[in-house]
């Protein structure tokens, strides 16, 4: 590992000095590198997930937004493609893949936060938009080496199921969703769930029908299969135990996500269960390390996009100021700057 510089250049692939480094690449925190580089800063984004957009790509990119402000309606993947582009003309660098395991301080008092790839990167400031922490998919118990040969628990690009058979597993608001979406791509749509209960929406229930995808209940998936890619899915009858085969190009296991805080609770933050106590600061108790987005805590909190877009704002002016000591906490309007 090489030394690191006090440059806001990078030094090598791995070891890395930034003025400001967003832990979570969700509406807040691609919001929050828009806001940097309009400061004037260098950013880092750092996330877990191969892809930017948090909770939205991962969970509802084709599901309209009707309470972003400006917009009678956005899709979801439209609001993270235009706040990507926002951040663009600020060259973020995008560490995706990379989960922040460690936060220190250096002997300047700086935040050092380590990935768990060996990234190393010493910020200026951190702000840690982690929204529900890392969430992992609830695995389907058959069939895991199936995983990206037809397996799947996220639908991030819709068109990879074009043409084909998709069996799309669960019975909440992503399955209904997902199934929804993808009926009208695919050669077939089969839904299969455990019970006849489902926590969807009973609108999303009730399009999902409309669009004549086959609803197979009290059934569990028992086998995945074929040879290089997948073919067929076995369900399995939950009190006859009869079987069926289901031609499967694709299989969507939506059966929810485990969400945990992970590293971030060996920092030292002040935590309130999943969530960080933040100021109006919207700083938290350690220095040079502010928060934004779902994962704060104040008393009145609201876990919404637009929130969280003015948290982000909060949190990067104020580090701003910690950064520069000289420097203002207000931005000026982006009406007087030139783009
Ligand atoms: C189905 C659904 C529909 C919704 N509809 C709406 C709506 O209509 N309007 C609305 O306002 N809100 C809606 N929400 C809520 C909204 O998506 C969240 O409020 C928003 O995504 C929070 O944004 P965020 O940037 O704070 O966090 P997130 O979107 O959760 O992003 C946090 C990111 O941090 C990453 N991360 C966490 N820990 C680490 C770590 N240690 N290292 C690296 N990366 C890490 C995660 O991988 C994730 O990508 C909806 C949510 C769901 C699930």
Redesign the pocket.
């Known amino acids: 590992m090489s030394q690191l510089t006090d440059e806001t250049d990078e030094t090598d692939d791995f070891g890395f000095a930034t003025d400001v480094l967003i ?7 691609l919001y929050g590198a828009y806001y940097a580089g309009f400061r004037g800063l260098s950013i880092t984004v ?4 191969p892809q930017l957009g ?3 790509s ?3 990119p084709e ?1 309209p ?3 972003i402000a400006g917009f009678l309606s956005v899709r979801g993947r439209d609001l993270v493609d235009g706040l990507v582009a926002q951040a663009e003309p600020y060259a973020p660098r995008y560490l995706l893949g ?3 395991v460690e936060l220190t301080h250096g002997v300047d008092g700086r935040p050092v936060v380590r990935s768990d790839q060996g990234a190393t990167v010493r910020a200026g400031a951190v702000v840690i ?7 992992t998919p609830r695995a389907l118990p058959a069939g895991e080496e199936f995983l990206g040969r037809g397996l799947e628990y996220f639908v991030p690009d819709p068109s990879v199921h074009t043409d084909k058979d998709v069996v799309v597993v669960g019975g909440g ?2 399955a209904f969703d997902w199934a929804a979406m993808l009926s009208p791509i695919a050669r077939s749509v089969t839904l299969v769930h455990r019970t006849a209960r489902f926590r969807a929406h009973a609108a999303s229930v009730a399009k999902v029908r409309s669009l004549g995808v086959e609803i197979v209940t009290d059934c569990e998936v028992s086998r995945l299969s074929g040879s290089t890619h997948l073919e067929q899915a076995e369900i399995r009858h939950r009190t006859t135990k009869e079987t069926r085969l289901l031609p499967a190009g694709s299989v969507v296991a939506a059966l929810g996500f485990l969400a945990d805080l ?3 609770r060996h920092w030292g933050l002040d935590l309130q269960a999943r969530t960080i106590t933040v100021d109006t600061r919207m700083a938290t108790n350690l220095p040079r390390v502010f928060a ?4 704060t805590d104040y008393p009145g909190k609201v ?4 929130v ?1 877009f003015g948290e982000a704002a909060t949190a990067v002016n104020n580090a701003a100021t910690v950064i520069d000591p000289e420097a203002a906490l207000f931005p000026g309007h982006s009406t007087e700057k030139e783009h």
Not at 292 to 295: F, K, Q, S, W
């Open positions: 832990i979570g690449a969700g509406p807040a925190g750092m996330d877990v997930l948090g909770q939205i991962a969970m509802y599901k937004i009707f309470d990379h989960r922040a938009t982690g929204g529900v922490g890392t969430f608001d992503s992970g590293p971030l934004a987005g779902d994962i876990r919404l996009i637009s969280g």
